[in-house]
């Protein structure tokens, strides 16, 4: 039983009307199972990171190497068949390439630095210590005055050579013929 002071009127327990002020907000089992949630997703992300990164690294690699072929592609396509009596002006510019077709027999080989710049020399024996990819061209028979015909193949790591017989699987390449009217 209770006594009002003011009124001086009473009031059983029972009857009265009780005022709980509940505060809004999650309960500890609803914070946790957010929080569980969260991390598993953060840990799903996380776990992908990896991928994405490889992903990445060989889409770079991939873009350097068709520049890279582009370049030679360039270089085979400028070099010209000149008349009799005058001289190749390429060693200013170029691979140094010219007149390489008739030599089907012995593919060139170039190096390039991850910025695609050519490195070392054509035909080095091995690969110079800037190099990061290698680049092989292959010219296929038979050659006639009109129409050549070279395989170019553009690899990463430079120390494997994708067409020695027995060698170690390069880890990528890009590929690609080139016909040239000259």
């Known amino acids: 039983m ?3 002071g003011a009124t001086g009127k009473s009031q059983n327990a029972r009857h009265m009307k009780r005022h709980v002020h509940r505060t809004a907000g999650f309960s500890l089992v609803e914070v946790t199972l957010a929080l569980g949630v969260a991390a598993f997703c953060l840990i799903a992300v996380l776990g992908l990171l990896p991928t994405s990164l490889r992903t990445q690294q060989a889409s770079i ?13 360039g270089d085979l396509r400028a070099d010209v068949r000149l008349p009799p009596g005058q001289a190749s002006k390429e060693g200013i510019s170029g691979f140094g390439l010219h007149g390489h077709w008739a030599q089907v027999y012995a593919p060139d080989t170039l190096f390039f630095t991850n910025e695609g710049k050519w490195t070392g020399a ?10 990061a990819l290698r680049a092989k061209v292959t010219y296929l028979f038979p050659p006639n005055a009109s129409t050549s015909v070279a395989k170019i193949i553009v690899s990463w790591p430079p120390q494997v050579d994708p067409t020695a017989p027995g060698a170690p699987v390069p880890a990528g390449f890009v590929e690609t013929f080139i ?3 000259r």
Do not use: C, H, R, Y
């Not at 690699?61 to 592609?73: D, K, R």
């Not at 024996?125 to 800037?130: C, L």
């Open 179 to 181: 016909a040239v009217n």
């Open 2 to 4: 209770e006594i009002d």
């Open 122 to 131: 054509l035909n080095a024996s091995s690969a110079p210590a800037d190099a």
């Open 61 to 73: 690699e991939q873009t350097v190497a068709n520049g890279v072929m582009t370049e030679i592609l």
